[in-house]
């Protein structure tokens, strides 16, 4: 049972944060496809000349994100792969511009079986069990690179973020490149950015500018199509803002040949900002380091 509880988990860790390794080698399309500065879709395909109004409401989204340098909480870890359904514990640790680590322990004993940690610099994924461990640059990952990916681009779906790939901080200028369906109905309005084979959407709440979900497609004609739902609920007051303690998403790719699926239920029982941890993790000497691509071939042949 141990083995299977770290495969799975492993298997969510690295197909969130090396999605795509597996056909890396052949992304190679980095054109940029954003749409017209400033404009805003509707629904009936025109496009509306109050510009202004979507720059303004893509302000006040990026308003209201957390200023907070440290997020830290317990949580519950949820994570399902096709039909099998699994729940441990585990922590976040999160230290804005600095690290994100997820941990995750086996039941009762609280020994820890699986970290996963984005830095600025690496990727870094550690099976405790196997005494093995992946750690990769951002530029060693194609897929990422070739795309805009980094650690701010990752970071900013765990913190409830919009994100302009390729950049550490979204400036006024940036507000402009987004794209906002003001004539959405509903409780949302969608904000929608596309980069090469990369297409983001976002669903912002219309009075309070909180993210609700977050969408991350790639597609390829000759290897598929891979797509990222994020999900955020159970809205906290972190100092004066709201940050979601709930966060599920799902990862499903066809890059393989065969569909997978997998999906991940994040919630931390509180949202505290304490900052006496340490940020980096030493790999013992004693674990074995391997291939990130050979990993998730590993894992997704399951």
Not at 108 to 127: F, N
Request: aromatic share 8%.
């Amino acid at each position: 049972m141990k083995m299977k509880w770290n495969r799975y988990i492993c298997l969510a860790c690295i197909s969130f944060a090396l999605v795509g390794c597996g056909s890396k080698k052949v992304l190679t399309d980095t054109s940029m496809q954003v749409g017209p500065s400033g404009t805003i879709s509707s629904n009936t395909g025109t496009t509306a000349p109050t510009a202004m109004s979507a720059v303004a409401f893509v302000e006040k989204v990026v308003d209201n994100q957390v200023t907070t340098k440290n997020i830290v909480g317990d949580m519950t870890f949820d994570i399902k792969v096709e039909s099998k359904d699994l729940s441990v514990p585990g922590s976040v640790h999160m230290r804005k511009d600095e690290v994100v680590r997820l941990q995750l322990f086996i039941p009762l004993l609280g020994t820890e079986i699986g970290r996963l940690e984005l830095t600025p610099e690496y990727v870094l994924v550690i099976d405790r069990l196997h005494k093995e461990y992946v750690q990769a640059n951002y530029n060693e990952l194609e897929f990422m690179k070739n795309n805009g990916l980094n650690f701010y681009s990752l970071q900013a779906l765990f913190w409830n973020e919009l994100t302009m790939p390729g950049t550490k901080q979204l400036t006024s200028k940036d507000f402009r490149k987004y794209d906002v369906d003001l004539d959405a109905a509903g409780e949302n309005l969608p904000i929608s950015l596309k980069k090469g084979n990369m297409t983001y959407k976002w669903q912002a709440n219309k009075e309070k500018a909180l993210i609700s979900n977050a969408t991350v497609n790639y597609v390829s004609n000759s290897h598929g199509s891979s797509d990222l739902t994020w999900d955020y609920s159970d809205f906290t007051k972190v100092d004066a803002k709201q940050f979601p303690a709930n966060q599920m998403f799902k990862f499903t790719t066809t890059s393989t040949g065969k569909k997978k699926t997998v999906e991940v239920n994040i919630k931390m029982k509180s949202v505290k900002t304490t900052e006496k941890w340490e940020t980096k993790t030493t790999v013992s000497s004693k674990y074995k380091k391997v291939q990130p691509e050979n990993v998730l071939g590993k894992l997704l042949g399951m």
